[in-house]
């Protein structure tokens, strides 16, 4: 062999262990979720986020895989599964609801935490503010407390007589009590009277609003939950039956049968978490950036539900909605 081709071939034996070191990390990302395990993730929201990857450039099992971890409405399940996803080894979390990202802050204090909704994370004691999170804790919020003012406007559009206001809450879904409170204040302050309903399982549902006929409650606010968006097929029928309006956040309520909504998909949260994703694998950290609020709300309403209820939606109200069900 000569000199030349043997330098050659000693340089690239040399070379060989550096190109295997330089290959690209696959980052591994938790995904906590209070919700039901959906059947087809591409039709579901949380399919927002393996799509919203794609979008920001990375190739699913090249660049990221995700662990899939979903409590199927079992708030008690979260613990467990968040200690699970660290076990694994797990780069970052992306959680939704907020009890499921107070899970996984219980199970780690350095792994990178995102939540995809969460109704106002300062009061819940999640990050300490809004501009700087600090800790290993930040994500997307919605400030249900400025959208409960504008819910109610729309109701009372709808219903003139507008008195009692029913709000429906899980009671295993501990992020819900500070928010009660904040809506049940925002009622008041509309100058209409507010009541307390809870239900955490199908039967509970059922019971509640066969309850509220005779309390001649005139609206139901159903709060944002995993439980409740897994029943909202339910909710809506019940509702009918009992020709009762409801009043939701996120329009898939709405396309389920619910009357009307105002606020934004968990879709659309759990896609910008990939912004925070995409962030943290550039180097940043969690404490140094903001908790993002969303900034435009869409509106839905199903026509056919309202027919049903007897009722006529105001031609004002048409007319800026996003969404209209016939």
């Not at 199970?107 to 009061?123: E, K, L, N, R």
């Not at 908790?291 to 009722?311: I, M």
Request: proline letters at 7%; hydrophobic letters at 45%.
């Amino acid at each position: 062999m000569r000199r030349r081709e043997f330098i050659t071939l000693l340089g690239g034996a040399a070379a060989w262990p550096v190109a295997v070191h330089a290959q690209r990390k696959i980052w591994r990302i938790g995904f906590l979720s209070g919700r039901m395990k959906p059947e087809a993730l591409e039709r579901d929201a949380h399919g927002a986020f393996p799509d919203g990857m794609r979008q920001l450039g990375y190739t699913e099992h090249q660049d990221f895989i995700v662990e899939w971890r979903f409590a199927e409405g079992d708030f008690a399940r979260l613990p467990a599964l968040a200690t699970e996803l660290v076990m694994s080894n797990v780069d970052i979390i992306v959680t939704s609801p907020a009890i499921a990202t107070r899970a996984a802050r219980q199970a780690t204090s350095s792994i990178p935490i995102i939540f995809a909704y969460v109704s106002d994370p300062v009061a819940s004691g999640l990050v300490v503010s809004l501009a700087k999170p600090g800790g290993n804790v930040t994500g997307l919020a919605v400030q249900q407390t400025d959208v409960a003012p504008k819910q109610l406007q729309l109701l009372k559009q709808m219903l003139p007589n507008l008195l009692r206001v029913a709000v429906l809450s899980n009671p295993a879904n501990a992020g819900s009590t500070v928010l009660v409170k904040r809506i049940h204040a925002a009622i008041e302050q509309a100058s209409m009277t507010p009541v307390a309903l809870t239900a955490g399982s199908p039967s509970e549902i059922e019971q509640v609003f066969a309850e509220l006929s005779p309390r001649k409650i005139d609206a139901v606010m159903v709060l944002p939950d995993p439980f409740f968006a897994s029943q909202r097929h339910q909710i809506a029928r019940i509702a009918i039956e009992h020709r009762l309006p409801t009043m939701f956040g996120d329009p898939d309520y709405v396309e389920a049968g619910g009357l009307i909504s105002y606020g934004d998909r968990l879709a659309s949260f759990i896609r910008q978490t990939t912004y925070y994703v995409d962030q943290i694998i550039k180097g940043a950290k969690p404490a140094d950036l903001p908790v993002q609020q969303p900034t435009r709300f869409e509106l839905a309403v199903n026509l056919k539900t309202a027919r049903e209820l007897g009722l006529k939606v105001p031609e004002m109200v048409l007319a800026v909605a996003d969404q209209v069900i016939e």
